[in-house]
C-alpha cells in the first residue's frame, strides 16, 4: 500500500542555518512526489514537485527511489520559511492516479 | 481569476446534526477533491470527482459522509449525524484535470467543523 511518511512532527533551526525535512515514501510503481507548504492563516499551495527539478525560495528535494526518500533541503534557513510543510504522492495507476496522498506534516519553526 | 471557495468558513455544529460543507471549484476545473485536515492526522482524502462522478470514494470514513457534484463545477459534502470525531477542517482543491498527466491541485481556505 502507499504511504508517506514525515518523521518529524516539529523541526526548529536558526535563521541562516541549513535545513532538512524528511519525507519517506512507500509505493510499488513510479510515483510523483511533492512538496506542498502551509503558511500561517494561508492556504495549503504545492512548493515543488519531483519531475521539475528546480528550486524555489531556495529549496530542493532529490527523490532517491533506492532509499525511497525526497527529503527537503535549504542551505540557509529564513523566519519567513516557518510553515508546515507535507510530503504528498501521487501514484501512476488506477485510483492512485487522481489523488494525493499526504505524510503528517512538519511544523518548521525558523528562529532569528 | 478567484481561486477555490469554500463555505461557510466555520461551522460549529452539535452531535447528531447533519451539516453540508459547499466547494467551488476554479472555473473550467474538471476534476474536484476533498481532504480531510486533523490534528496529529495530517491530510486525509476522502473522494474525488471527474466531472459529475466520482472514480475514488475509498477515504470517506463512513456511510455517514457523502458528496455530490452537479453541473460539473460546485460539490457538496453532507455529513449525517455528525459525532465528536468528526471536528476537522475539511479542504477542497480542483484541477484542470486528472489522470495520467498531474494537474496541480488549488486548494480552498477550507471549513473548519466543530461538533460539540
Known amino acids: 500500500a502507499q504511504r508517506v511518511t514525515q518523521p518529524e512532527k516539529l523541526l526548529s533551526v536558526f535563521k541562516g542555518a541549513p535545513v532538512e525535512l524528511k519525507c519517506n515514501y512507500s509505493?510499488?510503481?513510479?510515483?510523483?512526489l511533492f512538496w506542498y507548504v502551509q503558511y500561517s492563516r494561508q492556504r495549503l499551495q504545492l512548493l515543488l514537485r519531483?519531475?521539475s527539478r528546480e528550486s524555489i525560495k531556495g529549496f530542493t528535494a532529490d527523490l532517491n527511489k533506492g532509499e525511497t526518500s525526497f527529503h527537503l533541503k535549504k542551505p540557509f534557513a529564513q523566519e519567513e520559511d516557518s510553515a508546515m510543510y507535507y510530503c504528498?504522492?501521487?501514484?501512476?495507476?488506477?485510483?492512485?492516479?487522481?489523488?494525493?496522498?499526504f505524510g503528517r506534516g512538519t511544523q518548521l519553526t525558523v528562529w532569528p | 481569476g478567484a481561486g477555490v471557495s469554500q463555505s461557510p468558513s466555520n461551522k460549529v455544529t452539535e452531535k447528531g446534526k447533519d451539516v453540508e460543507l459547499r466547494c467551488d471549484p476554479i472555473?473550467?476545473?474538471?476534476?474536484l477533491y476533498w481532504y480531510r485536515q486533523s490534528l496529529g492526522q495530517g491530510l486525509e482524502f476522502l473522494i474525488y470527482?471527474?466531472?459529475?462522478?466520482?472514480?475514488?470514494k475509498s477515504g470517506l470514513p463512513s456511510d455517514r459522509f457523502s458528496a455530490e457534484r452537479t453541473g460539473g463545477s460546485v460539490s457538496t459534502l453532507t455529513i449525517q449525524r455528525t459525532q465528536q470525531e468528526d471536528s476537522a477542517v475539511y479542504l477542497c482543491?480542483?484541477?484542470?484535470?486528472?489522470?495520467?498527466?498531474?494537474?496541480?491541485?488549488?486548494f480552498g481556505p477550507g471549513t473548519r467543523l466543530t461538533v460539540t
Open positions: 504528498a504522492l501521487r501514484g501512476d495507476r488506477g485510483s492512485t492516479l487522481g489523488r494525493l496522498y
Open positions: 509505493y510499488s510503481g513510479s510515483p510523483e
Open positions: 482543491a480542483s484541477s484542470l484535470g486528472s489522470g495520467t498527466a498531474h494537474y496541480e491541485q488549488y
Open positions: 470527482f471527474q466531472g459529475n462522478s466520482a472514480p475514488d
Open positions: 472555473s473550467g476545473h474538471t476534476a
Open positions: 519531483h519531475i
